[in-house]
């Protein structure tokens, strides 16, 4: 296969490929002509050692991808933009945590930022600071320089405990330049959380910040780490700590501060030769978010993740170099790993990373950001999208859009309502994409590039290339028709990109994803329905399915039927022991303005109006047994309802495992609501 590949790209082109005339066609290779589709997707990046065969499946559902490339991930990411876009922005930091309140009440704060050379802007509401492909291949190879010097090495674990900041992202590219591994935990787990991961990945150094900030509440990272390290059977031989500012802390012997290492880096102009993996070589480690258990250790790949990536931001998101994407997620999650870290950097675009939250200072800000950074391609989850629409929307349209050419979901059902007010204050396309942590790019997707199907609002697309998914009956395994909802599966193997087992514990990879019939097939774990038109429909999960006298109905579904309700803003339903009937559905719906249930006539009117809107839309079998009105629903840190413990607490059980939650006043919420009924 190894003839097969052209001579590797030129340091300074540009990721591109011959481009196949449809999707159609590019799908269809994809899935037919695995080995040459992919070998022409490689040549986007830099290979230091073309691979010898392009797809190792001799021991599925285990595949290899590019078996004996070479090459670094770190690499391609910065070093190889150099010739071409050195003074081009690699990032746009943007804080509206850091603001001038913040920086009179701790000076310390713009201090931090005095020595590190690089353009800082600070507003009265937030601060900006723009780094270059050459100022990040610099601060990169400072940063890999103190981990070297701190005894990290190929193969080595280290565990990023980081808000949104700049230095997170050194520090998970330098960790891939020289073959350590990275496991970024998300800031806001709590001290057991870390200790569990620092046990499973048995880190050698952890990487943290003195404190961060959320709505300009204070979160002590230092003293959560110092916790977790005291918590964790397995210790790590170093913390090192970016230190901004906000928070004083007493040093412990392990703690190495970087700004003292970073400035010997510096002064030594310290550079670091990136380590070439083997492709097949892990790249990082992510857990899941935890929605339904104890989450997976997600291993990732080199090269397929390199090649993944890239590709996706051309065919997927038809982004280009030198255009802006920003993705609204934290990087300790897949959407911050894949789309605010690597794939822009990858593409040689400018990647926007923002610490803030949506409605702070106001509802306007992120499309304030938009407007000031030209931005062109927008990620987030629906989440913070409903957060917003509960705002005046003319926070909205007073700022100019137009730099955007499309705005990507993907995390959670995009209810219909949420979608249509978004294209109509945006005028751009509200695209629907669907994916999972261990897929790291979108299984389901539109792709505006081709002019393959028209947009369908409510569905998120149609499978991406080398994703052979389908949707099949989950007792025969056969492919269900159209109109037939049964279980979204993709056919052994899985593309470039995706996980290639659960770290340490390949027996969990194949009972957690491959447990199906002949093993060969990967369960997403969603149902999902195609319509006649070929888009698909995900129908929720398969842990969230109800039993109602014999009829199976998704959770999804109903929620979807309240969502029309033009005064609800996000709903959660969850089915309840019934002696009678097995199981019933109640729902729990957050009104835009809670003050509407103090009036009973009003709380009755509502009650009616959603039962009235289920029982329209799926008939009598799924009418919610009762309608609770809290002021929240419980959600993991990831912004995803947390419809367990919703469950636990109408049935009066305890809620189990906390400690993914977000907002934990919500539990409270929910118990009120059922009290107040
Ligand atoms: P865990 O696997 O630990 O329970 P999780 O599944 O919430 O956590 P993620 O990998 O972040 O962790 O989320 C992927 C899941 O999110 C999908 O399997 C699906 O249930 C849901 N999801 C993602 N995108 C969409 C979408 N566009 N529409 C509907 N659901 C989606
Ligand atoms: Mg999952």
């Known amino acids: 296969m190894s003839e097969q590949i052209a001579n590797n790209v030129s340091e300074s082109s540009l990721p591109s490929t011959q481009q196949p005339s449809s999707f159609a066609d590019i799908y269809h290779s994809s899935i037919h002509n695995r080995e040459s589709f992919w070998a022409q997707q490689a040549k986007r990046i830099y290979w230091h050692k073309q691979p010898d065969k392009i797809l190792d499946d001799s021991n599925l ?27 081009q922005d690699a990032f746009i930091w943007l804080s509206s945590e850091i603001n001038q309140e913040l920086i009179d009440t701790f000076p310390a704060v713009a ?18 600071r723009r780094l270059t492909y050459n100022d990040l291949y610099k601060e990169v190879n400072y940063f890999a320089d103190v981990l070297q010097r701190h005894g990290v090495g190929k193969g080595d674990r280290v565990i990023i405990y980081m808000p949104m900041i700049l230095e997170a992202a050194y520090a998970m590219l330098a960790c891939t330049r020289i073959g350590a591994i990275h496991s970024v935990v998300f800031g806001g787990f709590a001290a057991h959380n870390l200790a569990i991961r620092m046990d499973d990945a048995e880190a050698k150094m952890l990487i943290t910040v003195d404190a961060g900030l ?25 913390v090192l700590v970016v230190n901004r500012g906000i928070l004083p802390f007493k040093a412990q012997p392990i703690d190495v501060d970087y700004a003292t290492e970073r400035r010997i880096s510096c002064d030594a102009n310290a550079t670091v030769d990136p380590v070439w993996l083997e492709s097949n070589e892990p790249s990082y480690l992510l857990y899941t978010s935890g929605t339904t258990g104890t989450p997976k250790g997600v291993q990732r790949d080199t090269g397929g993740h390199a ?47 923002y610490e803030g939250l949506p409605h702070r200072p106001n509802p306007g800000i992120w499309w304030r950001i938009v407007e000031a950074n030209k931005v062109n391609i927008l990620f987030t989850a629906p989440t913070g999208v409903r957060m917003l629409k509960k705002q005046d929307e003319t926070w909205m349209t007073r700022y100019d859009v137009s730099s955007l050419k499309s705005f990507f979901l993907a995390g959670e059902p995009l209810d219909e309502s949420t979608a249509s007010w978004l294209t109509e204050h945006l005028g ?28 369908k609002q409510g569905s998120p697309g149609y499978p991406m290339y080398g994703y052979d998914a389908h949707v099949i009956n989950e007792e025969t395994g056969e492919p269900c028709a159209a109109g037939e909802k049964g279980l979204l599966a993709i056919a052994a193997p899985l593309p470039p990109g995706c996980l290639t087992t659960v770290w340490r514990n390949d027996k969990r990879f194949i009972s957690s994803y491959f447990n199906l019939f002949d093993g060969k097939q990967y369960s997403t774990s969603d149902y999902a329905v195609v319509d006649e038109g070929g888009y698909f429909h995900i129908l929720g999960r398969t842990d969230d399915v109800i039993n109602v006298a014999g009829h199976r109905i998704g959770t999804q579904e109903i929620e979807e039927a309240i969502s029309t309700h033009p005064e609800i803003i996000e709903c959660a339903v969850v089915g309840i022991a019934d002696e009678l009937k097995g199981e019933l559905p109640i729902a729990f719906c957050v009104l835009r303005d809670h003050e509407q249930v103090k009036s009973t006539e009003n709380r009755f009117r509502l009650e ?13 079998i799924a009418r919610p047994a009762a309608v609770y009105f809290p002021q929240a629903l419980p959600k993991t840190r990831s912004g995803k309802i947390l419809r367990r413990s919703i469950r636990a607490l109408a049935e009066n059980k305890p809620t189990g495992d906390m400690s993914t939650l977000d907002n934990p006043p919500a539990i409270d919420a929910v118990k009120q609501s059922m009290k107040d009924y």
């Open 428 to 455: 751009v396309p509200i695209l629907d994409h669907y994916w999972q942590t261990e897929s790291g790019w979108p299984i389901l997707s539109h792709a505006p590039k081709f002019n393959h199907k028209p947009h």
């Open 608 to 620: 009616q109006q959603i039962v009235g809107a289920v029982v329209k839309s799926l008939g009598g």
């Open 111 to 128: 201090d931090a930022f005095s020595d590190l050379g690089n353009s800082v802007e600070f507003y009265t509401d937030y601060t900006k």
């Open 307 to 353: 090649v993944a990536l890239t590709t996706s931001i051309d065919y997927v998101y038809n982004g280009k170099a030198g255009e802006t994407f920003w993705t609204i997620s934290d990087v300790g999650w897949a959407a911050g790993h894949s789309y605010t870290i690597y794939a822009p950097l990858l593409a040689g675009m400018t990647s926007v990373m």
């Open 214 to 238: 959320r709505g300009g509440k204070i979160i002590n990272y230092k003293n959560l780490i110092n916790q977790g390290v005291e918590q964790a059977n397995h210790k790590p031989e170093h």
């Open 61 to 87: 559902p285990f595949a290899k991808w590019f078996v004996g490339g070479e090459t670094n991930l770190c690499y391609n990411c910065v070093d190889r933009h150099l010739p071409d876009r050195a003074e």
